[in-house]
């Protein structure tokens, strides 16, 4: 009978094989003693590693002869170390990536400009955690409430004119009531809005104006003066009775939606913002009667009215010659104030040419209750001013 072969190597000696009688068992035999010699000698290591480990380690094979004879797996350990001696390490490679970041230019992130936070106030009744809520509910509120471009314009009845001087009139009422610049801008935003949603006639439009003041007086004074001191006022003109229905006429257009932002209140935070004194506020509040007065004006929404009035007062404080006459100059309008106002430095200049201009014309306009309130000594007298302001303002108004 016929022996199996062992394998070539020096191995171990695979299990005893059947005997068989035919020449087909014996080559079958012969072929499964070589395929269990070839696995224990590594000769199958080349099939489990990626391929390029593969032609590094046949490589190998073929300088040292292969890997079948002598040594049998010694012969496929020391492969497998020749192949992860030639791979790149894992330290290597962090190296490579870290000379690569360094090789990259560093983007240079913008600086992000210094806000100060003026709400850090510790006087609790001030409630400055609620500030930022209430300022942006009022913005809300103010685009709500815009006048339309030209909203006398839709009836046809009353002129920018016969408006300039019923708030003029409306003016010198609340400056001999003594009454809060509240119920002034108040007053003339009920005007505005009866104005721009009805038509009013010309023998109607004093009446307006009294009891706008005299609705206004009752939302926001404390005492308000009594119903008949605006009939002595209209020269007897008009009865109590025509004051009542102008009223409830009043409350239906509005839709009793009475409340609504002024300029000063915007004012008041920018001021708070731009650190500025009381001179500087005051002359701020005279520029915002004063623009309120012009139809062109009524247009703008109020916190564009302070934003720009604000401006123009810190211009003329900042009057120093020595300071380089350059148009992108912003240092006088801070990011804070920016942040604060919501208008960048390009938006009140674009504004403060008109403004300045209609500072220029009221010093011989018609209408000077505003400029006689603002020339007394409990206004600073802040509506006379100087030779060097006036040569600002006229600059500005280019």
């Known amino acids: ?75 496929g350990i020391q492969q497998k170390r020749m192949v992860s001696s030639l791979l790149p390490s894992a330290s290597c490679t962090d190296k490579i990536e870290q000379k690569q970041q360094q090789q990259q230019p560093k983007r240079q992130e913008p600086v992000k400009p210094k806000i100060e936070n003026i709400d850090n106030e510790s006087n609790c009744f001030l409630l400055s955690d609620y500030a930022p809520d209430i300022y942006q ?38 400056r001999s009531f003594h009454l809060s610049p509240e119920t002034l801008y108040l007053a003339i935003s009920i005007v505005d809005r009866v104005l721009a949603r009805e038509s009013v006639e010309k023998n ?28 002595i006022i209209c020269d007897n003109l008009y009865t109590k009775r ?14 009793f939606e009475l409340s609504g932002p002024s300029p000063l209140y915007f004012l ?10 009381s001179r500087v506020h005051m002359m701020g509040k005279f520029f915002c009667e004063l623009s309120v007065i012009d139809y062109q ?46 208008y960048t430095i390009h938006d009140v200049r674009k504004h403060s040419g008109y403004l300045c201009r209609l500072i220029i014309s009221s010093e011989t306009s018609k209408h000077q209750n505003c400029r006689k309130k603002y020339s007394s000594s409990k206004c600073m007298s802040i509506s006379n001013l100087s030779p060097n302001s006036m040569r600002i303002i006229k600059k500005l108004a280019m």
Not at 40 to 61: C, D, H, M, T, W
């Open 204 to 231: 109607q439009l004093q009446l307006l104006g009294a009891t706008a003041i005299f609705v206004a007086a009752k939302y926001e004074e404390i005492f308000y003066p009594e119903i008949k001191d605006f009939v």
């Open 1 to 75: 009978m016929i022996q199996p072969l062992r394998a070539r190597t020096n191995a171990a000696v695979p299990l005893p094989l059947k005997p068989t009688n035919t020449i087909n068992d014996q080559i079958a035999n012969l072929k499964l003693s070589r395929h269990i010699s070839e696995q224990e000698n590594g000769l199958n290591f080349r099939s489990k590693i990626p391929v390029f480990k593969s032609r590094i380690s046949g490589a190998v094979v073929a300088a040292g002869g292969g890997c079948g004879g002598g040594g049998g797996g010694v012969g």
């Open 137 to 174: 509910y009022l913005h809300q509120l103010e685009k709500s409430l815009a006048l339309e471009i030209n909203f006398l314009s839709i009836h046809n009845v009353v002129t920018p004119n016969m408006r300039a001087v019923l708030v003029n009139w409306i003016n010198g009422i609340h």
């Open 242 to 255: 025509d004051i009542l229905r102008m009223e409830i006429r009043i409350l239906k257009v509005t839709n």
């Open 268 to 277: 008041r935070r920018g001021s708070k913002a731009a650190q500025a004194d």
């Open 297 to 342: 004006c009524a247009q703008w929404l109020p916190s564009l009215i302070a934003a720009t009035s604000l401006y123009v007062a810190l211009e003329l404080n900042n009057n120093n010659d020595e300071k380089p006459n350059d148009p992108m100059e912003t240092s006088i309008w801070t990011p804070t104030i920016e942040y604060y106002t919501g």
